[in-house]
């Protein structure tokens, strides 16, 4: 079982930046959050984690992340930090009480690899917003 400690990404900058996760709350029913502080709260980019067992005996694994993009307002001359918008991306993953450890990397591993740049028809939906014809 992994602690509750410091979860680093890297984003898709021409020189990727490392995004930190850091620790943040755990709630009654096991919602681990962790927010990568950008220095105005408002702004902080929120990844929660979750593991949990269903009615059928089923496990799921979900993971939601929120990437809020602020601006600045000016309010009677005072500049205020505003959420102009926000990228939100959520993961859900159900395997059965029966599936094996390597039926799960096997899942595990196929999402992380459709989800990177090489996989060309994925990046034009996701990326790109292109549709499929």
């Known amino acids: 079982m992994p602690a509750f400690t410091t979860i680093t990404a890297n984003d898709r900058e021409a020189t990727p930046v490392a995004h930190v996760f850091t620790p943040q709350t755990k709630s009654v029913d096991n919602i681990f959050t962790y927010v990568n502080r950008d220095g105005t709260p408002l702004g902080d980019e929120k990844l929660t984690l979750s593991v949990t067992q269903t009615g059928n005996g089923n496990h799921k694994v979900r993971l939601r992340l929120s990437i809020p993009t602020l601006v600045e307002e000016t309010i009677n001359g005072v500049v205020v930090p505003k959420v102009d918008r926000t990228a939100y991306a959520n993961i859900d993953l159900?395997?059965?009480n029966r599936s094996s450890l390597q039926e799960r990397k096997n899942t595990v591993g196929l999402l992380a690899n459709m989800l990177?740049?090489?996989?060309?028809?994925?990046m034009a939906v996701a990326q790109d917003l292109e549709g499929i014809w």
């Open 94 to 96: 159900t395997f059965s």
């Open 116 to 122: 990177d740049t090489g996989q060309a028809q994925i």
